[in-house]
């Protein structure tokens, strides 16, 4: 594989304010570490219940709308990604709203 399409849904939520919100993606390789390429957005960010600096492989900002909505985003590296098993985790404002495991043949 070349590169990953990340796709989850973002539920209804009518109190939440509409507009861009900052989403973090966090892709985890078969090593059980966080794939990260700083020259292609990849960082940290703090989590909100322990306040440890936690690494992350991308963000995207989807515009929210206040309804349920279908978000998809790629990552695409420069080299292949070995077989294996794969997580995902999506954080917003430091917390966990979204996490998923995947295998690659």
């Known amino acids: 594989a070349q590169k990953l399409r990340v796709c989850f849904d973002i539920l209804q939520n009518k109190i939440a304010p509409k507009g861009p919100t900052e989403l973090v993606v966090r892709i985890i390789g078969t090593d059980g570490s966080t794939i990260q390429i700083q020259a ?30 279908q978000v998809c985003s790629y990552w695409k590296q420069n080299y292949s ?5 794969y997580s995902v985790e999506i954080y917003q404002k430091g917390l966990l709203i979204g996490q998923a495991v995947f295998n690659l043949k």
């Open 40 to 69: 292609l957005g990849s960082g940290t960010f703090t989590e909100a219940t322990t306040g440890n600096d936690i690494p992350f492989t991308y963000s995207i900002s989807p515009t929210y709308d206040n309804e349920t909505k």
């Open 81 to 85: 990604f070995p077989a294996g098993n």
